[in-house]
């Protein structure tokens, strides 16, 4: 199984600043034969269902506000709040879909410092 | 409106089964491979199963592999969840997922969740 290894665990960032959370998988998950790296992230807050935010590691699903952007290839990748908004608290996940099973990180905690 | 429902969660003694229900609206249900992830209390996400659009191929984690059957019924629009031999560790909120177009395993629409509990 491919692992996912998320860092910090959480964080605490100031209002209109940077955050960034990382994402290590145990083997690349990207494919060579397409270009495509098969990582996604998730934004889940309180009492609500996962939402998606990008897919191959760095395309940002509709609807997503610019300031999210996904950057990484191969097994090292990142998710960046590019100024930290309050609705943006939320637990971070990256999941790879390279293979079987389709394995999440453990999770981030975005917190307003 | 996309929309999906889950149902069937509830306490059961360890041991024992459950048969949890996701229904779907607002798109072309066959066309879609479907997932269950679910979280435990206070913990992170674990994807569960998954099943192609046909319902010909399906998929598992390792920790169900075995107990838990995953199926749809598309002249239904419903993805449903057979869960065997039910564990303590397999309390959780389950979620089922559409898979984003084409992408599979990676998942754009979720629904609220269904909680199961297990428990003596």
């Known amino acids: 199984d491919i692992v996912m290894t998320q860092s910090p665990d959480s964080l605490a960032v100031s209002l209109g600043e940077r955050a960034t959370i990382n994402c290590k998988s145990s083997?690349?998950?990207?494919?060579?034969?397409?270009?495509?790296?098969?990582l996604a992230w998730y934004q889940q807050k309180p009492r609500q269902p996962p939402k998606l935010l990008f897919y191959?590691?760095?395309t940002r699903e509709s609807g997503v506000p610019d300031r999210f952007s996904g950057s990484g290839s191969g097994t090292d990748f990142t998710l960046t709040i590019s100024s930290l908004q309050a609705e943006d608290v939320a637990v971070y996940y990256c999941?790879?879909?390279?293979?079987?099973?389709?394995?999440f990180g453990q999770g981030t905690k975005l917190e307003i410092k | 409106e996309v929309q999906l429902l889950e149902s069937g969660g509830g306490l059961v003694q360890p041991g024992g089964s459950l048969r949890l229900s996701c229904a779907a609206s607002?798109?072309?249900?066959?066309?879609?491979?479907m997932s269950w992830v679910r979280q435990a209390p206070g913990k992170g996400l674990e994807w569960v199963s998954a099943?192609?659009?046909?319902?010909?191929?399906?998929y598992y984690a390792d920790s169900v592999k075995g107990r838990f059957t995953i199926s749809r019924d598309n002249s239904k629009n419903t993805l449903y969840l057979q869960m065997n031999s039910l564990r303590a560790e397999d309390t959780a909120v389950y979620y089922c997922?559409?898979?984003?177009?084409?992408?599979?395993?990676?998942?754009?629409?979720w629904g609220q969740g269904t909680t199961v509990t297990v428990s003596s």
């Open positions: 607002g798109f072309s249900f066959g066309s879609y491979v």
């Open positions: 191959w590691a760095s």
């Open positions: 997922a559409k898979e984003k177009n084409m992408i599979v395993a990676v998942m754009d629409v």
């Open positions: 999941q790879q879909y390279y293979s079987t099973p389709y394995t």
């Open positions: 083997q690349s998950v990207f494919y060579s034969s397409n270009n495509k790296n098969y």
């Open positions: 099943i192609s659009g046909s319902g010909g191929s399906t």
